[in-house]
């Protein structure tokens, strides 16, 4: 006679079984894991004429570890063909490049930035007195000082979210390179924020009126500065041009857009 409590163990030996099984499946089962993503090609870009002048005196130049901070940085927006027409002027053939070119590129028009607002000097600080400038910062509650390599403040941390820590930094002497304004990767990645709101936010050129960056003003004399650093902007970015389409590139027609350019090419020769 088997006893009732038998009959279930031997009846449940079945279901036992299939779940030890499905479980041992499972583990044997490899986990699918999704690919990660292709990392960028990155490219170093050539040195502009004050970098190259500080590396033959020996003194701090451009670290091309810093191509690399601004070249990670950039969004795919900022490589796209729509982006071609904000720096037509030093770049015309930006929309048939590869992004490896274009990141090279925008890493070179940084280094540019960064040669004609602060000679290339990652604790370079600076408090203007001119009207215009001369605010308060919303953040550390003083006259506005640039500072950086891109010559930044701290109520940029506020309206572009960069890494900068007013609170951290206030008990550091004022041009300790360990302040996070100071640091070239923090100074570059805000720069690159705020270089991607005027450009894709607010859809203006490179060379805008309104720029934040003064020497991206056309018409200004710092713009002068600007426009001598990008003597050396990448070959491939006139590489194959016809002759008269190149000659228009360096020298557009008229008007304010064109007389900016036209500028940039005689400070670069």
Known sequence: MVRPYARWIVAGL????????TACSKQVAPQQQAAPAPRPVLKTAPSTPIAKEKQELGEQSWDPQ???FV??????QMLSP??????????????????ADKRAFWAYTFQALASAEAGLKPTSDVRHTEPEVAVKDSVSKRTVHQEGLLQLTYMDAD????????NRDKALPEKDPSRTILTPRNNLLCGVKIMENQVLTQRKPLLSASSYWVTLRPGRPSYL???KQMKNVPAVCRQGLPP????RA????????????????????
């Open 14 to 21: 079945p279901l036992c079984a299939l779940l030890a099984l």
């Open 66 to 68: 810093w191509d690399v």
């Open 71 to 76: 070249e990670q940085a950039l969004s795919p």
């Open 82 to 99: 729509a982006t071609a027409r904000s720096v037509k002027s030093y770049c015309p053939r930006f929309g048939v490049i590869s992004d």
């Open 159 to 166: 309206r572009y979210g960069c890494d900068f820590d007013w």
């Open 225 to 227: 500065m600007f426009a």
């Open 244 to 247: 008269v389409r190149e000659a």
């Open 250 to 269: 360096k020298r557009p027609g008229t008007g304010t857009a064109a007389a900016l350019a036209a500028h940039a090419v005689a400070a670069a020769n």
